[in-house]
């Protein structure tokens, strides 16, 4: 290494110098020369000094070539040119093979259902196990699971697993309620004080209806009878009309009388009076819609 001198680093590959590699060398063509002479004494003579001249021959070449780099060479051709070409070909055939089975699909609506085989191993599988599957279809052969009933196993495989759930939510119900200490009595005593704030509204509910039909009798009791100087019950001696009276007579005869009598006309009456004129203009109201009633 011509660098070592420089930077006091060997850079060296192997723990030997050129001259070992010479050596080792000599000593391969020297031994390679010692198995043809060897050979030489054994065979014919032209087959061996052929043998000779290819074994010399093909020593020397591959002393001059680097096998490690050839090797790499060739994994890297494999891996960048060769494989990728080999795959682009397998996808293409096997788009190919799809293209076709969906041409023939669209093509027979009676064979939609059918198995398309695209990548080649059911045809495989089929033709290694022939023999058995003919065997099985004609009935010469059962089947490995003899009368195995799937469905009874299935059956008793999941009453087992909704056992376990069932006892796994058996004893989270139970720890729950052993976490929130006496469950039901809790939930008894939430059910006693609903029952009793019922309880509590309907007797404040019946109070309350009892004040406010007292009120109201009080006040049907207070409520003055008046005395007017017309037929209440005659909805045009309220309006102060005679019978046969206009559309037009009537509504004016309305209009006056309801600024007549109307509470808030009436500034500067007393309440009593204000309760009389409101209990007037409630009778000319009701006497103004009845005669409109009857007109139409």
Do not use: C
């Not at 723990?15 to 065979?43: H, L, Y």
């Not at 495989?124 to 004609?138: D, K, V, W």
Request: net charge positive; no cysteine; proline share 3%.
């Amino acid at each position: 290494d011509a660098g070592s001198g420089v930077s006091g680093v060997s850079h060296r590959a192997l723990p030997f110098s050129s001259e070992d590699v010479t050596d080792a060398s000599n000593s391969f063509m020297s031994g390679m020369q010692s198995v043809t002479r060897v050979a030489r004494g054994i065979g014919p003579a032209p087959l061996m000094l052929a043998l000779n001249f290819i074994i010399n021959v093909a020593s020397r070449v591959l002393a001059r070539i680097p096998i490690i780099s050839v090797l790499g060479a060739g994994f890297v051709a494999f891996k960048k040119i060769a494989k990728p070409w080999y795959d682009n070909r397998v996808a293409g055939a096997e788009w190919e093979r799809q293209r076709e089975n969906e041409k023939y699909m669209a093509d027979h609506d009676d064979h939609i259902d059918d198995f398309f085989d695209s990548s080649g191993k059911a045809r495989a599988y089929f033709q290694r196990n022939r023999i058995s599957i003919l065997r099985y279809f004609s009935g010469e052969q059962e089947h490995d699971e003899g009368n195995y009933n799937w469905y009874q196993k299935w059956e008793e495989w999941a009453r087992e697993q909704y056992e376990k759930q069932r006892q796994a939510a058996e004893e989270a119900q139970r720890a729950y309620e052993r976490a929130s200490g006496t469950g039901r009595q809790r939930q008894q005593q939430q059910q006693e004080s609903y029952r009793r704030q019922q309880q509590q509204q309907q007797q404040w509910q019946r109070e309350r209806t009892r004040t406010t039909g007292g009120a109201r009798q009080q006040q049907a009791k207070k409520k003055p009878e008046y005395v007017w100087d017309f037929n209440p019950n005659d909805p045009y001696s309220v309006l102060g009309l005679k019978r046969g009276a206009t559309k037009s007579e009537v509504s004016q005869a309305f209009r006056r009388e309801m600024l007549k009598y109307h509470p808030d006309t009436q500034v500067n009456a007393t309440d009593a009076e204000k309760d009389r004129a409101l209990e007037r203009s409630k009778l000319i109201t009701e006497a103004y819609r009845k005669i409109k009633t009857q007109m139409k």
